[in-house]
């Protein structure tokens, strides 16, 4: 009987290792075949508008889809696109977003006095950049990179602000709800709003701010993360925590680059990259689907696919369209004269209208395919603009972390813009972060319990 249960429990245990090798085989590796076999932008192919993509067929469309979908039809991860009609992919008309006009006008008057200064690191920094787009007609030599550093200023309001609400899920499909307030500052480059400063007296040499402050679950209450960006990308960006059990904030280590936010599945390079880190390329323009949401059911939680389910987060058929959008396809190698990192290799997907970098996939040490930062958008009302807007436009945003099986759903209320609303009919920012001197001052965390 014994040699039974051993001989048993050695079938059991080669089954499993088959089963597991046969998924690991089925999973997917960095490869830029994989990308370039994606349809090219001044392909003739396209899909009708009306096209159902399901399970069953998805295969078909298969290259016009980023690698992170098909990653999710594919069946070979936890998380997977399921057979359920609340999944299926409608594709709508691609509609074009025109950028806001002030953007348009400094771009004019501005464009072409950014330079890119090469470092000995292997990467580029920047200089003579004033606002609009860095690099309007971004070409060889070093093309990508300076697609790139237009992604990374692109445009974006002085001041925006939303609530958050957050389904943390783990590999066992516990759910952990966070809900937070997310503030972004915009202090230097500015195009908003009309006639303002183009940098702000007291932005110090950064150009970004943002501050996460958790609002539930209450044991996390007031905890609170402030991203101090810098203009020169070649230093490094300032990130602190308030922490309310010690009253006190804290300036944590820059050197954190791949250290969750606030316990999420997003990181700090996420939110605050640097471009010099990286070897930046241009891999091609491709067209690609991405998920544009109505506006009327973007900031409703029933417009997404609530866990436990096989993709919390998922926006419902009923309230998306997916639509074909051109991007350049960027891939970022962390230069290893920096020294270790998480990633081995980052592929950013840039909107070519907007210059809007997503989503984000990224690989691990190994090649093997980890994360994706994604977001369904939603067109709003800019300053009298039916326009995508950076950060503004984002209806929800999804951190997926495919090899351990967490995912971070985060679907937002509409975004408040500046003191004055921007037209968009949400009205200014709360009173207590229009003092924007205040408010990106690391200092100002120290009152948030007062």
């Keep these: 009987m014994k040699s039974l249960r051993l001989l048993w429990g050695t079938v059991f245990t080669v089954a499993i290792f088959l089963c597991l090798c046969g ?47 098909q990653a999710a039809f594919s069946g070979a991860y936890k998380w997977h696109v399921g057979s359920e009609p609340a999944y299926t992919v409608v594709v709508g008309a691609t509609h074009h977003y025109p950028l806001p006009r002030q953007y348009v006008e400094d771009t004019e008057k501005y464009g072409g006095q950014a330079q890119l200064v090469p470092l000995s690191t292997g990467g580029f920094s920047w200089k003579g950049y004033a606002a609009g787009i860095p690099f309007p007609n971004p070409t060889e030599p070093n093309a990508g990179v300076k697609m790139a550093y237009n992604g990374w200023d692109t445009f974006q309001p002085r001041i925006l602000n939303f609530h958050a609400v957050n389904w943390l899920v783990d590999t066992y499909g516990n759910v952990q709800p966070l809900e937070s307030d997310d503030t972004f500052f915009r202090t230097m480059h500015l195009s908003d709003p009309p006639g303002g400063p183009v940098n702000m007296p007291f932005a110090n040499g950064y150009n970004y701010v943002t501050r996460f402050l958790v609002i539930l679950p209450e044991q996390s209450k007031y905890t609170t993360e402030m991203t101090l960006r810098p203009d020169d990308p070649k230093h490094i960006s300032e990130v602190y925590a308030f922490v309310p059990a010690l009253r006190r904030s804290l300036r944590l280590s820059s050197a954190a680059k791949c250290a969750p936010i606030l316990g999420t599945d997003f990181v700090q390079d996420d939110n605050s990259w640097l471009p010099p880190n990286f070897k930046i390329t241009l891999i091609g323009k491709k067209k690609v689907l991405a998920p544009v949401m109505e506006y009327s059911k973007a900031f409703d939680l029933k417009s997404y696919i609530a866990p436990p389910t096989s993709f919390p987060g998922w926006p419902r058929a009923d309230a998306v369209k997916w639509q074909l959008r051109t991007v350049n396809l960027l891939n970022l190698q962390w230069l290893t004269a920096l020294g270790a990192y998480c990633y081995s290799q980052r592929v950013y997907y840039q909107d070519t209208e907007t210059n809007i970098l997503v989503p984000l996939e990224s690989y691990d040490r190994n090649g093997k395919f980890w994360k994706v930062v994604w977001y369904a958008w939603t067109p709003i009302n800019f300053r009298g603009q039916n326009t995508v807007v950076q950060i503004a436009s984002i209806a929800a945003v999804q951190g997926v972390d495919f090899q351990n099986s967490h995912i971070t759903a985060t679907v937002e209320t509409p975004t408040t813009i500046d003191e004055d609303g921007a037209g968009s009919g949400q009205g200014g920012v709360p009173a207590e972060y229009r003092d924007m001197g205040s408010m990106t001052a690391p200092g100002s965390l120290q009152r948030i319990m007062k």
């Design 23 to 69: 998924l690991a085989r089925a999973q997917v590796t960095y490869d830029v075949a994989n990308y370039r076999a994606l349809a090219d932008a001044d392909s003739s192919e396209t899909i009708p508008v009306g096209t159902k993509i399901t399970v069953n067929n998805w295969q078909q469309y298969k290259k016009f889809m980023p690698i992170w979908v």
